[in-house]
Each structure stands twice: as structure tokens, then as C-alpha cells.
């Protein structure tokens, strides 16, 4: 089992940045790529980035030039995913994503609004 536990959401005004963090417990050995999926309000649960344990990343187009994914070298077990140039249609509530084959284990979610 993988535990999975997000941090660093709030409200920001259009423009503004935030920095979501995404701490893994448990059994993390041979996590082979974490990621940040977003779910607006009567919308499908998408994609925001992932990365993979060999440090390739992937960005929605929506978020490309704006958002990054990395990891702390110094603690495998957690991901970040700082966000930039904020827009209204950012909010969301923001999950994280851990694919430890071939289970898929998902945190919390913490909410981000984007708001002026």
C-alpha cells in the first residue's frame, strides 16, 4: 500500500502562483512515476503532468510554460508540482497520483481557486 498526502493549495488571484506538494508512505519502493491529475466542478478528473521515476515529465497542453513537476532527490518519496501564471480555469481540486505496478494509488486532493 502507498499512502499519499497533498499540501500547499489555497485561493491566489489570477496570475499568482502556487507550489502543491505530494508526500508518499508506505511501501514506495519501486513507485514508477508519480503525477498531479486536476477535477473541476461537473467536469472529468485530467491530467496535469507526471513525472517518472526515471525523471521524464509530461505536461497537458493547458498548463505547458506554466506549471513544472520535479521531485526532491534528497526524498524520492515526495513531488511537487509549482504552479505559475495562474488562471481562473485552474481551479480545480488537484489530486496526486502514484503508479506502483499495477496499482494506481491516489491522495486526498487539496483545493486550488484561482479568483479575483
Known amino acids: 500500500q502507498v499512502q499519499l498526502v497533498e499540501s500547499g493549495g489555497g485561493s491566489v488571484q489570477p496570475g499568482g502562483s502556487l507550489r502543491l506538494s505530494c508526500a508518499a508512505s508506505?511501501?514506495?519502493?519501486?513507485?514508477?512515476?508519480m503525477g498531479w491529475y486536476r477535477q473541476a466542478p461537473g467536469k472529468q478528473r485530467e491530467l496535469v503532468a507526471t513525472i517518472t521515476s526515471g525523471g521524464t515529465t509530461n505536461y497537458a497542453d493547458s498548463v505547458k510554460g506554466r506549471f513544472s513537476i520535479s521531485r526532491d532527490n534528497a526524498k524520492t518519496n515526495t513531488v511537487y508540482l509549482q504552479m505559475n501564471s495562474l488562471k481562473p480555469e485552474d481551479t480545480a481540486v488537484y489530486y496526486c497520483?502514484?503508479?506502483?505496478?499495477?496499482?494506481?494509488?491516489w491522495g486526498q486532493g487539496t483545493q486550488v481557486t484561482v479568483s479575483s
Open positions: 508506505g511501501n514506495i519502493f519501486s513507485i514508477n512515476a
Open positions: 497520483k502514484a503508479y506502483k505496478w499495477p496499482t494506481n494509488y
